[in-house]
Structures are given as C-alpha cells and as structure tokens.
C-alpha cells in the first residue's frame, strides 16, 4: 500500500528566498508524480507532473525532481513571492492503479 | 475556460438528510475522480470512472455513497442520510486515459 509523506508540515520563509519542499513516498512502483497547489478552501491546482522515467519537470519559477530509489521528490521554489503562500501537496500514482495517494501537505507562507 | 466545475460549491444539511453533488469534467476526458478532503488532510480517494463504468471504490465510499456517471458525461455522488462525518469537502477530477488528472473547486458539505 503506497504511503506518502510531507514533511515539514509548515514553512515560512522570507520573500525572495529559494526554497525546497519535500515529498516521500514507500512503494517506488510508481506510474508519475504531481505536485498541486491548494488555497485556502479551494480546489487543487495541477503545477508539475514528473513521469517514472523522468529526473525533473520544469515551470517557471518551479522545478520538480523525482528519485523512485530513493522513494523521494521535492519541489524547488526560486525566489519565492506572497503570491506563493498556499498548501503544496505531492500525490503519487502507482502502476496499474489511477487512484491518487496524497501526502498531507505542506503549508508555506512567504513573509514580505 | 472549460475546466472541470462542480455544484453545488457549498451545501449545509441537516443530519440524515440526503444530498447529491454534480461534476462536470473536461468536455474530452475519459476518466473521472472523486476524492474527498477533511481539514488538515491530503484528499482521499473515493471512485473513479472510465466512461460510464464504475471501475473502483474505496472502502471509504460506504453503501450510503453512489455515484454514477450516466452516458459517459457528467457525475454525480449522492450521500443518503449524512452523518457529521461526511463533513468534507468533496473534490471532482478528470483525465484523459489516465494521465494527468485537473481538478475542480470542490463542494464543501456541513452537515449539522
């Protein structure tokens, strides 16, 4: 059973700092992973979906890295705005199965 | 824009009374997600449908929980005699063939 883990729960950090957010998962048979932003009583916003043959998947400011071995991804913010200041979930999809296993997100807040 | 929408955004009921939410996906998408979400939590995985063929259900989705998908188009989930419990917010989601899966807003349902 894929099990997925974020850990810290909450980060704040200065504006226009580079920052890194984690994500693990235990069963490394994995089909992709994606990353998605929340709001505050909102729905999810899809931000970067990194396939199991894939290392990384650039957007913008973002960028998402994959390691099944090691049963980890992060998602590397640069220079970080207010405008950032949400929930950040990562969800892993396993082979042969189109249910999405969540982690429990990170809350990041970006001081001006 | 035509991204995935749902309806009612928020519903109070009183316990044991019964509720349906709608779910419009994108007009091209094969497959459609529900998940539901308590505060502080990732989503959890409901059901999901490929076409109008009810493919999985969690143990989550109680026999007081259906959903159907008629002629391959929009959902619907109805909850009959709600409980404090099924308090969440209820998130819809598609994808074509299984990829990368769009989110909607999410109903919020209180039941009180």
């Known amino acids: 059973k894929q099990e997925v883990t974020q850990i810290p729960a909450a980060l704040s950090v200065p504006e226009g700092e580079n920052l890194v957010l984690n994500c693990s998962f235990t069963?490394?048979?994995?089909?992709?992973l994606q990353w998605f932003r929340q709001d505050p009583g909102k729905g999810l916003t899809s931000l970067l979906l990194?396939?199991?043959?894939?290392r990384e998947q650039t957007s913008g400011r973002l960028n998402a890295s994959l390691d099944k071995s090691s049963g980890r991804s992060t998602l590397y913010i640069a220079a970080s705005q207010p405008g950032d200041s949400a929930t950040y979930l990562c969800a892993a999809q396993n082979f042969g199965n189109e249910k999405l296993t969540f982690g429990t997100g990170t809350r990041l807040t970006i001081i001006p | 824009d035509t991204g995935v929408s749902q309806d009612p955004r928020h519903k109070i009921t009183k316990r044991g009374q019964n509720v349906t939410f709608r779910c419009d996906p994108i007009s091209e998408h094969n497959r459609l997600y529900w998940y539901r979400q308590t505060l502080g939590q990732g989503p959890e995985f409901l059901t999901y449908?490929?076409?109008?063929?009810?493919?999985?259900k969690s143990r989550l989705l109680s026999d007081r929980f259906s959903a159907e998908r008629p002629k391959g188009s929009f959902s619907t989930l109805e909850i009959q005699r709600t409980e404090q419990g099924d308090s969440a917010m209820y998130l819809c989601?598609?994808?074509?063939?299984?990829?990368?899966?769009?989110f909607g807003p999410g109903t919020r349902l209180t039941v009180t």
């Open positions: 069963d490394s048979a994995i089909y992709n």
């Open positions: 449908f490929q076409n109008e063929a009810q493919l999985e």
């Open positions: 990194i396939q199991s043959s894939q």
């Open positions: 989601a598609s994808s074509l063939n299984g990829y990368e899966q769009y």
